[in-house]
């Protein structure tokens, strides 16, 4: 029994071992496994990767004043992070032409009498405008805030008042979860089920047109050894595709790992796996590439979209929030989650992996009634 044991896992890990080279010289393959999960990553990153605790507003500076204090608060403007000063925004014209077309939020205006001593008062005075468009009124109250408690500091060099009331701010010491850490496990999410899903869809067909699977049906390979070959190969591509777009993450857009990486890693393994029967009973059942790829469609896209990987869950209806929370693809990229952003372990995610578990037994036993050699 040990030595059919020890054959059947040495034809296993050669199948494995053919599978992970095809995988790794095909161009169009690694393409789609590497290359393209890189670029939503950027994509992505570009827009969430650079948050910040700040509000930050693009506004016009119209500077009509003629005092030193004018000039003075100009710079003082120029140089604060909450601002980001449109240098064509410089007269009025100019300011309204770029919120008519929404490059900036609002425009500030410091009239000519802005800075000028009081002569009775014998300190500089002055009121601030703030020009916004219809459609940009809430930002423009927000800007109306911050420019009010700017002030607030300036009056209080030159007079002194009584304040009765006050707010204190005090920090949780706790460091949350930046926009990008939680829109980086949606693309891990989507890269494995890329990957898991549309290799075999693809491959499976072409090897059946080319009569390889007719040929390996005369041999003693059994449907068994040529799943859990095909899976691991795919499991090892996933963690060299996942440890790519990680390390690019940590890299470029500061990724805060949180969790243990061989939790991480168990997880991917196992998403990859169950995943990849759903690409190995749709590309085991087809005959070929036009029967695969609408299927594979009509399966991914909803997973992609319902289970969190691009937008959060919790925006969904109640309903849609209960339904996609049982898809394959949702245990993934909570799990995820938990470990990158919260620093869970595999142990803490039971009922994720619970699930993908469960999911697992089903996909497999379709994938082996529905496989055809031909």
């Given at each position: 029994?040990?030595?059919?044991?020890?054959?059947?896992?040495?034809?296993?890990?050669?199948?494995?071992?053919?599978?992970?080279?095809?995988?790794?010289?095909?161009?169009?393959?690694?393409?789609?496994?590497?290359?393209?999960?890189?670029?939503?990553?950027?994509?992505?990153?570009?827009?969430?990767?650079?948050?910040?605790?700040?509000?930050?507003?693009?506004?016009?500076?119209?500077?009509?004043?003629?005092?030193?204090?004018?000039?003075?608060?100009?710079?003082?403007?120029?140089?604060?992070?909450?601002?980001?000063?449109?240098?064509?925004?410089?007269?009025?014209?100019?300011?309204?032409?770029?919120?008519?077309?929404?490059?900036?939020?609002?425009?500030?205006?410091?009239?000519?009498?802005?800075g000028m001593i009081d002569s009775a008062k014998k300190y500089p005075t002055g009121k601030a405008e703030i020009l916004y468009n219809k459609n940009s009124?809430?930002?423009?109250?927000?800007?109306?805030?911050?420019?009010?408690?700017?002030?607030?500091?300036?009056?209080?060099?030159?007079?002194?008042?009584?304040?009765?009331?006050?707010?204190?701010?005090?920090?949780?010491?706790?460091?949350?979860?930046?926009?990008?850490?939680?829109?980086?496990?949606?693309?891990?999410?989507?890269?494995?089920?890329?990957?898991?899903?549309?290799?075999?869809?693809?491959?499976?067909?072409?090897?059946?047109?080319?009569?390889?699977?007719?040929?390996?049906?005369?041999?003693?390979?059994?449907?068994?050894?040529?799943?859990?070959?095909?899976?691991?190969?795919?499991?090892?591509?996933?963690?060299?595709?996942?440890?790519?777009?990680?390390?690019?993450?940590?890299?470029?857009?500061?990724?805060?790992?949180?969790?243990?990486?061989?939790?991480?890693?168990?997880?991917?393994?196992?998403?990859?796996?169950?995943?990849?029967?759903?690409?190995?009973?749709?590309?085991?059942?087809?005959?070929?590439?036009?029967?695969?790829?609408?299927?594979?469609?009509?399966?991914?896209?909803?997973?992609?979209?319902?289970?969190?990987?691009?937008?959060?869950?919790?925006?969904?209806?109640e309903v849609l929030q209960t339904i996609s929370s049982f898809l394959p693809l949702t245990p993934i990229i909570d799990g995820a989650r938990l470990i990158?952003?919260?620093?869970?372990?595999?142990?803490?995610?039971?009922?994720?992996?619970?699930?993908?578990?469960?999911?697992?037994?089903?996909?497999?036993?379709?994938?082996?009634?529905?496989?055809?050699?031909?």
């Open positions: 029994m040990f030595k059919n044991l020890k054959k059947e896992a040495l034809t296993i890990l050669t199948f494995a071992k053919i599978e992970t080279k095809r995988s790794l010289r095909d161009k169009t393959a690694l393409f789609f496994t590497f290359v393209f999960p890189l670029i939503f990553l950027f994509v992505f990153g570009g827009i969430f990767g650079n948050d910040n605790s700040s509000v930050k507003f693009k506004v016009g500076l119209v500077n009509q004043g003629k005092s030193d204090f004018a000039k003075q608060f100009e710079e003082k403007v120029k140089a604060d992070n909450t601002f980001e000063v449109n240098q064509g925004a410089r007269t009025l014209d100019s300011a309204r032409q770029k919120m008519d077309r929404d490059e900036i939020d609002a425009t500030i205006i410091l009239p000519e009498s802005f009124e809430q930002a423009a109250q927000t800007l109306s805030s911050v420019l009010s408690s700017v002030f607030n500091k300036i009056n209080s060099g030159f007079v002194k008042t009584e304040t009765p009331f006050s707010v204190e701010s005090k920090s949780t010491a706790v460091e949350g979860q930046r926009s990008f850490d939680y829109t980086f496990t949606g693309l891990l999410g989507f890269s494995i089920l890329s990957l898991a899903v549309f290799g075999p869809t693809n491959v499976f067909p072409q090897l059946k047109k080319r009569g390889v699977l007719k040929r390996y049906s005369t041999t003693t390979l059994k449907v068994r050894q040529l799943f859990i070959a095909n899976a691991l190969s795919y499991s090892l591509v996933g963690i060299l595709s996942t440890a790519t777009l990680f390390a690019a993450a940590k890299i470029f857009f500061k990724l805060n790992m949180k969790g243990d990486y061989l939790s991480l890693i168990t997880l991917i393994v196992l998403g990859t796996f169950t995943l990849f029967g759903v690409g190995l009973a749709i590309g085991g059942w087809a005959k070929n590439e036009n029967q695969a790829a609408p299927v594979a469609q009509i399966v991914v896209f909803p997973m992609i979209f319902l289970s969190g990987a691009f937008f959060p869950r919790f925006l969904m209806p990158i952003t919260e620093g869970k372990t595999i142990f803490e995610i039971a009922p994720q992996v619970g699930l993908l578990a469960a999911w697992a037994a089903v996909i497999y036993l379709i994938a082996f009634r529905v496989f055809r050699w031909e």
